[in-house]
């Protein structure tokens, strides 16, 4: 098997056609027809039927598309770490949650790749139900927010964090000077979020669907600190981590709201892959994360070095 071949295979499962595996890797359809019968050949499997609903694959060509991501994603990391010992430096991948990374990153990747001279640290927001996917894969070398529903047996998951998002709003919004609200008075409000709104997974998600809030009152911003600073103009209801708004709630340019579900609380944790399959910089960070250390510079949100945090190219904030 050659890494061409493995490449083909796994766009034509990724995609679901030779044609569009073909435009993706900019080869000719025959090209990618040509590796897919190699490796038929060398594995004695047919790996997929054409069907009327498009293509059907065995067990083997399931089997075999998994690997083919690892043995890819292996590659690539083998390559990368070559390259960082010609140059003397370690290179860390981090995925993580929007919340994780807009919150609490940042003080956490200056004290950690600050400890090291040869380290630096490349950040990519994702959602987290694509967490697995990206380690198993070797996309990333660790990921960091919410604790998965079910977590595969080749992750090992650590929880460094607790914290509480909690609903606030300006001191002019008509709800500021309520004791507290009620779930059918909640629903009919404006609602502030940050891009962690998106998708079903994680605690603002979760706090959303148990207070029942229509989409048509939900309103995306960006980041977390633009739907607060919006908040702060009575212009509705954000969902805010706790200590990230101390300071505000304690200067009077946010009121916290008391209701159902809320405030709501939370974890973060660290995913990576066992010890022996972990980058060691991961292995390392896990170790770190959970020092008071570490908890410290998460909550204080002190900002990153130049030159020693680097965003990837493919961060977004939509997953």
């Not at 679901?16 to 027809?33: N, Y």
């Not at 054409?50 to 083998?78: H, K």
């Not at 004290?111 to 380290?119: E, I, P, S």
């Not at 980058?279 to 998460?298: C, G, H, I, K, N």
């Amino acid at each position: 098997m050659t890494p061409a071949q493995l490449r083909a295979f796994a766009a034509t499962v990724r995609l679901g056609s030779v044609k569009a595996a073909a435009a993706d890797l900019a080869v000719t359809e025959s090209a990618v027809s040509i590796h897919i019968a190699h490796l038929r050949r060398e594995l004695g499997d047919k790996l997929f039927a054409r069907t009327a609903n498009g293509l059907a694959f065995t067990p083997g060509g399931l089997r075999l598309a998994s690997r083919a991501a690892e043995l890819l994603g292996l590659q690539d990391r083998t390559i990368l770490e070559v390259r960082q010992a010609g140059s003397a430096r370690r290179l860390l991948r981090v995925a993580a949650s929007s919340l994780f990374a807009e919150h609490a990153a940042p003080g956490l990747i200056e004290l950690f790749a600050g400890r090291a001279d040869d380290l630096d640290v490349e950040l990519s927001v994702h959602s987290p139900q694509n967490f697995a996917s990206l380690l198993l894969n070797r996309s990333v070398d660790a990921a960091v927010g919410p604790r998965p529903a079910t977590l595969d047996d080749a992750m090992t998951c650590t929880p460094f964090l607790n914290y509480q998002v909690i609903a606030v709003v300006g001191p002019d919004h008509p709800l500021a000077t309520a004791a507290s609200a009620g779930a059918a008075e909640l629903r009919g409000q404006t609602w502030l979020l940050g891009p962690s709104a998106v998708g079903r997974t994680g605690m603002v998600p979760s706090v959303l669907r148990r207070l029942g809030i229509p989409e048509h009152n939900q309103r995306i911003f960006q980041s977390h600190a633009a739907s607060v600073d919006e908040a702060k103009r009575g212009k509705g209801v954000a969902l805010a981590v706790a200590f990230a708004v101390t300071k505000d709630l304690a200067e009077g340019d946010l009121r916290q709201l008391a209701g159902p579900q809320l405030p709501a609380r939370g974890s973060w944790n660290l995913l990576t892959l066992p010890d022996r399959e972990a980058a060691s910089t991961a292995a390392e960070l896990r170790r770190f994360v959970t020092t008071p250390r570490a908890t410290q510079a998460m909550l204080r949100g002190a900002g990153v070095t130049a030159g020693r945090f680097r965003p990837a190219i493919h961060v977004t904030l939509w997953s």
